[in-house]
């Protein structure tokens, strides 16, 4: 027997969407026993470092900005990992006034874009470090402490602590107030 048209062709969308879920099914089932070992499945990877080879005007992924989250997960410590690996690849691609502008207003007023620049000077090639930190909660605003270690391939070293910032939901808060931000970046010299 054959069927019209239309109806094979709904029969094969749904033959597609089925082997789809499917695959999503069993992507989501290895990922999940995957991440249960490593790192929480909210961590974005952090992307590589740049490498001689890559031409000079190909996009950097520190162009590409923080993966996008669903709006619960950008709310806790998976939207506060987010930005800090943004801000992390930036530092690690040596843009500097992206890594800047991401302080906050506070932060920016303890140290000029031209000081925040002139610490990586002499580095060489730059790798971050931020494992995960702790979340707190006090007056009404979730804090994100990490202890940060940048590393330079000249042997040159940074330790310390990134603070970020968000305001909880609460009646009046802006837009700004409620995206979590470097609220500190407070590093020295190894």
Not at 1 to 25: E, I
Not at 33 to 38: I, K, L, P
Not at 123 to 135: N, S
Request: include cysteine.
């Amino acid at each position: 027997m054959r069927l019209p048209r239309s109806a094979a062709r709904y029969a094969a969308v749904l033959l597609t969407a089925a082997a789809l879920a499917g695959c999503n099914q069993a992507n989501d089932e290895a990922g999940q026993t995957a991440n249960e070992t490593a790192t929480p499945p909210s961590a974005p990877t952090p992307a590589p470092t740049n490498t001689s080879e890559e031409s000079p005007t190909a996009a950097s992924p520190a162009d590409s900005g923080p993966a996008r989250l669903i709006p619960e997960a950008e709310k806790g410590e998976a939207g506060a990992r987010n930005v800090l690996l943004d801000f992390a690849r930036a530092i690690e691609f040596e843009d500097f006034s992206k890594a800047y502008a991401m302080l906050d207003k506070s932060a920016r007023q303890k140290i000029t874009h031209d000081a925040f620049a002139a610490m990586f000077e002499g580095f060489g090639e730059i790798t971050v470090a931020v494992p995960f930190g702790r979340m707190e909660g006090a007056a009404g605003s979730l804090y994100y402490e990490v202890p940060t270690r940048i590393t330079g391939s000249s042997g040159k070293k940074l330790s310390g602590t990134t603070v970020l910032r968000r305001v909880n939901d609460v009646p009046g808060a802006t837009a700004e107030q409620l995206r979590w931000h470097i609220e500190s970046f407070e590093v020295e010299p190894d």
